[in-house]
């Protein structure tokens, strides 16, 4: 079956400006979870989303955000782009079982100009 | 999430076998120990979890400590392909992992 799928793969942005990221997770799986990866802070858990609804949080601000639809689709959105924001956004999806493996995606990778 | 520690690399030869540690001397007793890699340009990939027995898959073996204190992957023929970043990370329950530094391991031909 169909892993998860991230698009765009790449995204040039200026800052101030605003930028949505879409993931598709793999069938049948229910949650979603977004992470940013930097040369300096490594992996960073974002948000997790189950059936549409926000489960958890990371440590980012407000300019971070998501939300997930009925499909179980998620969507993610950085207003006011700054350059640190310049990273690979990457998306795991899973099933809604305790302690079960994530799975994920190819990672999106945004540069702030 | 209790805190994991690794070493920052680790080096091995081709075909044999490689042991990455892992210390979680606060693990607590819901937490289970996953492993993930990631491999230049590609995202996280799942290794393998346990909570407290020994586990095999085709990709490799973790071995847990008898007080949970420790834990090591073992790649039993390392190839090239298994260049990467291993994480430790332990995990009570939902989706989110908490990722540390990892092992850089190095495959030498």
């Known amino acids: 079956k169909a892993g998860v799928t991230q698009t765009p793969r790449y995204l040039i942005k200026t800052r101030g400006q605003q930028v949505t990221l879409s993931c598709s997770p793999i069938s049948g799986h229910r949650s979603v979870s977004w992470y940013q990866q930097t040369p300096g802070q490594g992996l960073q858990f974002l948000f997790e989303y189950f059936s549409e609804t926000q489960r958890n949080k990371g440590n980012f601000p407000g300019r971070f955000s998501g939300r997930q639809f009925s499909n179980s689709r998620s969507e993610m959105n950085v207003s006011t782009l700054e350059l640190g924001d310049s990273a690979l956004y990457l998306c795991?999806?899973?099933?809604?079982?305790?302690?079960?493996?994530?799975?994920f995606g190819q990672g999106t990778r945004l540069t702030v100009v | 999430d209790a805190k994991t520690t690794q070493p920052n690399s680790m080096e091995s030869n081709e075909e044999e076998p490689v042991h990455l540690p892992c210390n979680h001397s606060t693990i607590s007793g819901t937490d289970y120990i996953h492993w993930y890699r990631q491999l230049p340009s590609q995202g996280p990939e799942y290794v393998i979890h346990?909570?407290?027995s020994n586990v095999n898959n085709r990709m490799a073996s973790l071995a847990i400590a008898e007080d949970r204190k420790s834990s090591t992957l073992i790649l039993h023929r390392a190839t090239l392909r298994d260049a990467a970043v291993y994480y430790c990370?332990?995990?009570?329950?939902?989706?989110?992992?908490?990722f540390g530094e990892g092992t850089q391991l190095t495959v030498n031909p």
């Open positions: 990370i332990l995990k009570t329950s939902g989706s989110r992992l908490t």
């Open positions: 346990g909570l407290t």
């Open positions: 795991a999806s899973s099933l809604e079982v305790k302690n079960t493996e994530a799975f």
